[in-house]
């Protein structure tokens, strides 16, 4: 069971994720901008964040970096969502401070395994 923060502007992949991290009994938070995100991800302190790299205004690798650097969440895992996975960009992904990414279109079957590894990654914290 984890405590998992969203930062999605498009809310179909919003419902998809949030219903299946509900439907296995994770606790889900969610966000529809960067700004709303860090002020929730201190707010709350989830177990990790799902981060959209295209929201409005403040993009994902900015939300990352603010997240990074900021005391409070520094520690909180982060995994990007993103269609935007081509070699350039994993290498933007993780140089923001993510630590690993998930592509765009979610897929339904793979979707919570690939969150939950992220969840057991060496580097994570572990969830309460
Ligand atoms: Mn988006």
Redesign the pocket.
Known sequence: MAHILII???ENNLYLSTFILEKHGHRVSAARDGAEGIRLAEELHPDLILL?I??PGMDGYAVASNLRRAEATAAIPIVAVTSYAMAGDRERILAAGCQGYIEKPINPETFLDQVLAHLRSPSSPTGA
């Open positions: 999605e502007d498009n959209d295209q929201l």
